[in-house]
């Protein structure tokens, strides 16, 4: 028995679900989000879920931005690679946290440095974005999405 559904498949019987996910990302960037932070948050939280569909897709959309290609090489260890500006340094830091955070909540500090860099709009924003990979994370990677789906 084959448990994977194609994305194509999933847009087929899903559809509902995925224009749902859609609106919900898209209310993250009408709150001012900047539309390359929200690709390079959703492309951090799909690395830490493992999502190889959705990591495809966010660097062909973060590509498509212009985004500097040695920070596409190296978001993996963006700590490291010192090539990260504070704003986006601050929003992977917070996307990590609230990724990971199973029963413990963000800190306050990293929380304290988002307000240095986003308006209190951008930073639901952001929340936003946070929670809608995740769910995408998790439906691509239970029904076994792939990078060849991307297209």
């Known amino acids: 028995m084959n448990d994977r559904i194609s994305y194509a498949e999933f847009g087929q019987t899903g559809a509902d679900t995925l224009k749902a996910l859609a609106a919900v990302s898209k209310s993250a960037l009408d709150r001012g989000l900047d539309k390359a932070i929200s690709e390079l948050v959703k492309l951090r939280v799909s690395q830490i879920n493992g999502c190889a569909f959705c990591i495809a897709y966010h660097l062909k959309v973060l590509r ?9 090489d190296t978001v993996v260890a963006w700590r490291e690679a010192a090539l990260f500006n504070d704003a986006e ?7 990590e946290e609230l990724t ?11 929380k304290a440095a988002l307000g240095v860099h986003f308006t209190p709009d951008q930073i639901i924003g952001l929340n936003i974005t946070v929670a809608s990979i995740n769910a995408y994370n998790r439906l691509a990677v239970s029904m076994g999405f792939t990078p060849a789906d991307v297209g």
């Open 64 to 72: 498509g931005l212009n985004f500097d290609q040695t920070k596409l």
């Open 100 to 110: 990971l955070m199973a029963g413990a909540t963000p800190r306050d500090e990293t």
């Open 89 to 95: 340094q601050a929003a992977l830091a917070w996307a």
